[in-house]
């Protein structure tokens, strides 16, 4: 595995992966300048949820409660108590980070199958949840934030400009704290917990806090996406909750490859442009075929789980970069 | 009106939503029992079935009952074998891998869901019952369709306990469950039976969802609800257990309808479904099931 020699390689890489998307704003058209704000956004979401499925093992199809409760803890701040947007992302990622422990505390008990559904009904109730408080959500409707509201001291969220720059930030200080964290001694632990719990604790770890930190932590770096997706683009509503905001982000990891720094950002850019441009491409031959991402996703998912499990960045790292975090 | 009427309509629409509900968890219960796969795309068997129903009764002519009886026949059957060619072309290539195997069933889970969309469209669309009476109860008449459908239901669960518990089938089948190795090395089939439990599990998804479309309508995203209540009856009932099954089937249907007649449905789906999680947490083995020995 990769030792520090290594090291000045990997940091290179993603302060380079970082850079290019920096450039990046310069030259996109304004479409897809939009497309990848959003990506970046989402790719955040997908890191968090890599931090848990792909170091740690622990397979979840809850996420989007987590996503949800940075959401809703920012943006009903905004809306209902008028919050500047610092304390309302600081409310998103509270929220995140006290449900996530909550979760975690229950979910943990239970392990492998049970886990799954156990926090794919968490996230179901989260999900009903957000309907059951219509009143102040607004359901599967939603909310959206007005401009005036949406200021960061002189930065206007509003301006794509802006929005890209701070969803590039955001991005940049997660994907750092990411290669540090899976290469400190706690991602350590966590990557031994995936490969063998058993002797992980025999060792002496305690392996229910170390996943237990693991639960908060992925569900407190979604959350931060969820915050930021309701600020940046000022809209929230209870379908980002549903379950299919928690498959979407297991699918993403899937494609980046799971337990890959940089993965889940391949794995979010990938899908994005495949469901935008197969359904373009689909829909105008086969115009009475409702294509939708029902399919996409489907076939993307059945493909990837028998034909290539360890997504794109995993591939590459077993056959030509076994150096890459 | 009085409570009573209430409470006694209430349970009647319990009990029909039970009926179906145990044959739905049945299915799931004993995929997961014998294979121990968990079957995300359980409920789009059901919305299948429900949809081939609705293609039956259209494509036959005359009478309801006719086009009713070849739905009876024709979904189950076309849902089985959608099951079994998911079962050889991904699930046995996959090995059975648990956690494998729910990425793979949540994709297909998308796909069926797409092709009803392609196939059938967004619109909901209603099956006319094959008969249209009502039975005089004390207070109102009551279809008598609907009662048909819990004795209909029983019929078919009685069915399936005699060849789990007195046919070969069902041996080879409890076998398999049991220990698959040692099945292996009596010269049980366990490739075949794999196959062979997953279709039926499909099938009886795919039977509830016919006996229940002439209540319900037919739609693309209908395989939600029961995909959910199921996993809530499996886990309450203790899994690969039928009679946990018929138990928690009859209190997760009876509390659904009488709550949802006197709360808001919303939020009897909320208490149930977090009930049911704390029961995955605090009592894995389930409320009915002996814990693992």
């Given at each position: 595995m990769?030792?520090?020699?290594?090291?000045?390689?990997?940091?290179?890489?993603?302060?380079?992966?970082?850079?290019?998307?920096?450039?990046?704003?310069?030259?996109?058209p304004?479409?897809?300048?939009?497309?990848?704000?959003?990506?970046?956004?989402?790719?955040?979401?997908?890191?968090?949820?890599?931090l848990?499925f792909?170091?740690?093992?622990?397979?979840?199809?809850?996420?989007?409660?987590?996503?949800?409760a940075?959401?809703?803890?920012?943006?009903?701040?905004?809306?209902?108590?008028?919050?500047?947007?610092?304390?309302?992302?600081v409310?998103g990622?509270?929220?995140?980070?006290?449900?996530?422990?909550?979760?975690?505390?229950?979910?943990l008990?239970?392990?492998?199958?049970?886990f799954?559904?156990?926090?794919m009904?968490?996230?179901?109730?989260?999900?009903?949840?957000?309907?059951?408080?219509?009143?102040?959500?607004?359901?599967?409707?939603?909310?959206?934030?007005?401009?005036?509201?949406?200021?960061?001291g002189?930065?206007?969220?509003?301006?794509?400009?802006?929005?890209?720059?701070?969803?590039?930030?955001?991005?940049?200080?997660v994907?750092?704290?990411?290669?540090?964290?899976?290469?400190?001694?706690?991602?350590?632990?966590?990557?031994?917990?995936?490969?063998?719990?058993?002797?992980?604790?025999?060792l002496?770890?305690?392996?229910f806090?170390?996943?237990?930190?693991?639960?908060v932590?992925s569900?407190?770096?979604?959350?931060?996406?969820?915050?930021a997706?309701?600020?940046?683009?000022?809209?929230?509503?209870?379908?980002?909750?549903?379950?299919?905001?928690?498959?979407?982000?297991?699918?993403?990891?899937?494609?980046?490859?799971?337990?890959?720094?940089?993965?889940?950002?391949?794995?979010?850019?990938?899908?994005?442009?495949?469901?935008?441009?197969?359904?373009?491409?689909?829909?105008s031959?086969?115009?009475?075929?409702?294509?939708?991402?029902?399919?996409?996703?489907?076939?993307?998912?059945?493909?990837?789980?028998?034909?290539?499990?360890?997504?794109?960045?995993?591939?590459?790292?077993e056959?030509?970069?076994?150096?890459?975090? | 009106?009085?409570?009573?009427?209430?409470?006694?309509?209430?349970?009647?629409?319990?009990?029909?939503?039970?009926?179906?509900?145990?044959?739905?968890?049945?299915?799931?219960?004993?995929?997961?029992?014998?294979?121990?796969?968990?079957?995300?795309?359980?409920?789009?068997?059901?919305?299948?079935?429900?949809?081939?129903a609705?293609?039956?009764?259209?494509?036959?002519?005359?009478?309801?009952?006719?086009?009713f009886?070849?739905?009876?026949v024709?979904?189950?059957l076309?849902?089985?074998?959608?099951?079994?060619?998911?079962?050889?072309l991904i699930?046995?290539?996959?090995n059975?891998?648990?956690?494998?195997?729910?990425?793979?069933?949540?994709?297909?889970?998308?796909?069926?869901q797409?092709?009803?969309?392609?196939?059938?469209?967004?619109?909901?669309r209603?099956?006319?019952?094959?008969?249209?009476?009502?039975?005089?109860?004390?207070w109102?008449?009551?279809?008598?369709?609907?009662?048909?459908?819990?004795?209909a239901?029983?019929?078919?669960?009685?069915?399936?306990?005699?060849?789990?518990?007195?046919?070969?089938i069902?041996?080879?089948?409890?076998?398999?469950?049991?220990?698959r190795?040692?099945?292996?090395?009596?010269?049980?089939?366990?490739?075949?039976?794999?196959?062979?439990?997953?279709?039926?599990?499909?099938?009886?998804?795919?039977v509830?969802?016919?006996?229940?479309?002439?209540?319900?309508?037919a739609?693309?995203?209908?395989?939600?609800?029961?995909?959910?209540?199921?996993?809530?009856?499996?886990?309450?009932?203790?899994?690969?257990?039928?009679?946990?099954?018929?138990?928690?089937?009859?209190?997760?249907?009876?509390?659904?309808?009488?709550?949802?007649?006197f709360?808001?449905?919303?939020?009897?789906?909320?208490?149930?479904?977090l009930?049911?999680?704390?029961?995955?947490?605090?009592?894995?083995?389930?409320?009915?099931?002996q814990?693992?020995?």
């Amino acid at each position: 595995m990769s030792g520090s020699a290594t090291g000045p390689r990997a940091l290179a890489l993603h302060l380079g992966v970082i850079a290019l998307l920096f450039a990046l704003q310069f030259v996109l058209p304004a479409y897809h300048h939009g497309i990848v704000a959003r990506v970046m956004v989402l790719a955040i979401f997908a890191m968090g949820y890599n931090l848990l499925f792909g170091y740690t093992g622990l397979l979840s199809l809850g996420h989007a409660m987590f996503f949800a409760a940075g959401l809703y803890g920012a943006g009903l701040t905004v809306y209902h108590l008028g919050w500047s947007v610092p304390a309302a992302f600081v409310s998103g990622l509270v929220c995140g980070a006290a449900l996530s422990a909550v979760i975690g505390l229950l979910a943990l008990r239970t392990a492998g199958v049970a886990f799954m559904i156990v926090t794919m009904m968490f996230g179901q109730v989260a999900y009903l949840l957000t309907l059951f408080f219509g009143e102040w959500t607004r359901g599967e409707e939603g909310l959206t934030l007005a401009a005036a509201q949406r200021q960061l001291g002189p930065l206007d969220l509003t301006n794509p400009s802006t929005r890209y720059f701070v969803a590039l930030a955001l991005f940049a200080v997660v994907l750092l704290l990411t290669l540090v964290i899976v290469r400190a001694p706690f991602g350590r632990v966590l990557v031994a917990i995936r490969e063998n719990e058993e002797r992980t604790r025999m060792l002496g770890y305690d392996t229910f806090l170390n996943k237990l930190g693991a639960v908060v932590l992925s569900g407190t770096v979604c959350a931060a996406a969820g915050a930021a997706y309701a600020l940046l683009f000022g809209y929230f509503g209870a379908g980002f909750a549903a379950v299919q905001y928690s498959i979407l982000p297991l699918l993403w990891v899937l494609v980046g490859g799971a337990a890959t720094v940089l993965g889940p950002l391949v794995g979010t850019l990938i899908m994005f442009y495949l469901v935008d441009l197969s359904n373009d491409l689909l829909n105008s031959r086969f115009p009475d075929w409702d294509v939708s991402y029902l399919g996409i996703v489907g076939v993307a998912l059945v493909l990837l789980i028998l034909f290539f499990p360890k997504g794109l960045l995993g591939s590459i790292r077993e056959r030509w970069a076994p150096w890459l975090p | 009106m009085d409570f009573g009427p209430y409470l006694l309509l209430a349970t009647l629409e319990g009990l029909v939503q039970a009926a179906v509900l145990a044959l739905t968890a049945l299915g799931l219960s004993l995929v997961f029992g014998v294979m121990r796969v968990v079957n995300v795309a359980h409920g789009e068997f059901f919305m299948l079935g429900a949809v081939l129903a609705w293609a039956a009764t259209t494509a036959v002519s005359g009478h309801p009952a006719l086009g009713f009886a070849a739905a009876l026949v024709v979904s189950p059957l076309v849902v089985g074998a959608v099951a079994l060619a998911s079962e050889r072309l991904i699930l046995r290539r996959l090995n059975y891998n648990p956690e494998a195997t729910i990425v793979a069933t949540i994709g297909l889970l998308y796909i069926l869901q797409q092709a009803a969309l392609t196939f059938y469209g967004p619109e909901a669309r209603p099956v006319v019952p094959p008969f249209n009476f009502r039975i005089q109860l004390p207070w109102f008449g009551y279809s008598a369709y609907k009662l048909s459908v819990i004795g209909a239901s029983i019929l078919l669960l009685i069915a399936t306990w005699f060849v789990l518990a007195r046919t070969r089938i069902g041996l080879v089948m409890r076998a398999t469950q049991y220990d698959r190795e040692t099945a292996t090395a009596f010269g049980i089939p366990v490739d075949r039976v794999y196959a062979g439990v997953f279709a039926l599990g499909a099938m009886l998804a795919a039977v509830a969802a016919v006996l229940i479309v002439p209540i319900q309508q037919a739609h693309y995203l209908m395989g939600h609800d029961p995909l959910l209540l199921s996993f809530i009856v499996v886990i309450i009932g203790g899994l690969g257990s039928l009679r946990g099954t018929v138990v928690a089937a009859l209190l997760i249907g009876l509390s659904d309808g009488i709550l949802s007649v006197f709360f808001s449905p919303t939020l009897a789906k909320i208490v149930a479904t977090l009930a049911v999680a704390l029961v995955l947490v605090f009592r894995p083995q389930g409320l009915f099931g002996q814990a693992a020995k």
